[in-house]
């Protein structure tokens, strides 16, 4: 219940509808060498245009994960930070961040829904 009242506040704050399900993963879920966040959980999106979003389910800010996300973002169609904000440094490369492309591919599968 607490998740889909978050999930309605963010339709409504980002003034967009979504054009799949919004779903829940967890470092505990895909591992924590392959987890590249410093939150041990986040919702992943995919809107109406393609647009990939990674949203702190605590505070509701999204995070663009792909370039149309972005460019709302950049746009004022929809609100968010730099995913690199919560970005889990790369300890195997020292000076990188984590690799993005498991939450990518979780999230544009819920496009293909």
């Known amino acids: ?34 987890w590249p966040l410093t939150r041990g959980e986040i919702m992943l999106s995919c809107e109406k245009n393609g647009g990939l979003f990674a949203i702190n389910d605590s505070t509701l800010m999204q995070y663009p994960l792909n370039a149309i996300a972005q460019q709302d973002v950049d746009k004022k169609l929809s609100q968010g930070q730099p995913i690199t904000l919560i970005q889990a440094d790369d300890k195997q490369h020292p000076g990188q961040k984590m690799d993005l492309t498991p939450l990518i591919t979780r999230a544009q599968a819920l496009c293909k829904q």
């Open 1 to 34: 219940m607490k998740k889909l009242f978050a999930v309605l506040l963010l339709a409504i704050v980002s003034g967009q509808s979504f054009a799949s399900e919004v779903i829940t993963v967890s470092r505990r879920e895909m591992g924590k060498d392959l």
